[in-house]
């Protein structure tokens, strides 16, 4: 596999349940196309992706339709309860599959979709520059946080302020993610015989010790967790479509 080239994993065997809507979120229409659409769409179309591994859930009804309309590059596995169990299942299926423990593997998020090209390509160029040696760490597009943040303490009137927190060196985390193929496995097993789940790829790397490298990406690269997200990812995409960038 050429030195450049990545598989994509997506874990997408989420209900989403807590996002109130018939559908699993990823399947709700934006503009003519499902979430999950959207949040492949720029990875289909670059020509380092060698392929996807999308890993849902079991029994999943609106699946089997999508992938047959996405093509033979789109391959799936079997997710699990958790985010780090269903990225975990999807390294399984591509290590199975023949693909090599130290390709490359880019982890997003089906609930991403307004994920830039710019964005992958500056993730991929700077751990590529920083990869001589590195096995483990590669890096994760983040976003230094900008707002005052606050600690929040219980009150019998609602919640107070406790204090002020630094935000100084402190990185809002996005995805893609990209790492290794088999230094990420072996980081997502370690924390299950530990008994730890991680939140990211990123968190397990780190603490297999680890430091991936922070890349810069874009506020419009939103995670949709409510409706009011959905509503803006929806306006993000609009505009980029009009504006011809996609």
């Known amino acids: 596999m050429d030195a450049g080239r990545y598989w994509l994993v997506m874990p997408a065997a989420g209900r989403g349940q807590r996002f109130g809507a018939e559908l699993p979120k990823q399947y709700l229409s934006l503009h003519g196309?499902?979430?999950?659409?959207?949040?492949?769409?720029?990875?289909?179309?670059d020509a380092a992706c060698a392929g996807v591994m999308v890993a849902v859930s079991r029994g999943d009804a609106h699946w089997p339709a999508?992938?047959?309309?996405?093509?033979?590059?789109?391959?799936?596995?079997?997710?699990?309860?958790?985010?780090?169990?269903?990225?975990?299942?999807?390294?399984?299926?591509?290590?199975?599959?023949?693909?090599?423990?130290?390709?490359?593997?880019?982890?997003?998020?089906?609930?991403?979709?307004?994920?830039?090209?710019?964005?992958?390509?500056?993730?991929?160029?700077?751990?590529?520059?920083?990869?001589?040696?590195?096995?483990?760490?590669?890096?994760?597009?983040?976003?230094?946080?900008?707002?005052?943040?606050?600690?929040?303490?219980?009150?019998?009137?609602?919640?107070?302020?406790?204090?002020?927190?630094?935000?100084?060196?402190?990185?809002?985390?996005?995805?893609?993610?990209?790492?290794?193929?088999?230094?990420?496995?072996?980081?997502?097993?370690?924390?299950?015989r530990e008994g730890r789940v991680p939140t990211d790829e990123a968190q397990a790397i780190e603490w297999a010790g680890g430091a991936p490298q922070l890349v810069t990406g874009e506020s419009t690269n939103l995670k949709v967790t409510t409706p009011a997200d959905f509503g803006l990812a929806g306006r993000i995409l609009q505009a980029v479509e009009f504006a011809g960038e996609r």
Request: aromatic residues 4%; charged residues 20%; contains cysteine.
């Open 66 to 192: 999508l992938r047959a309309a996405l093509g033979a590059r789109v391959r799936d596995c079997e997710g699990g309860a958790e985010r780090a169990d269903s990225v975990r299942a999807a390294l399984d299926a591509l290590l199975a599959s023949g693909v090599a423990a130290d390709a490359w593997v880019l982890v997003h998020d089906a609930a991403r979709p307004c994920v830039s090209a710019g964005e992958i390509a500056a993730l991929r160029g700077t751990v590529l520059r920083h990869a001589a040696g590195e096995a483990l760490d590669g890096g994760l597009l983040a976003l230094p946080l900008a707002d005052t943040l606050k600690r929040g303490a219980p009150h019998a009137a609602g919640v107070r302020v406790s204090d002020t927190v630094a935000r100084e060196s402190l990185w809002r985390a996005l995805t893609p993610q990209m790492f290794r193929l088999g230094a990420l496995h072996a980081a997502l097993l370690a924390a299950q």
């Open 33 to 45: 196309r499902s979430m999950l659409e959207w949040a492949l769409r720029p990875f289909l179309a």
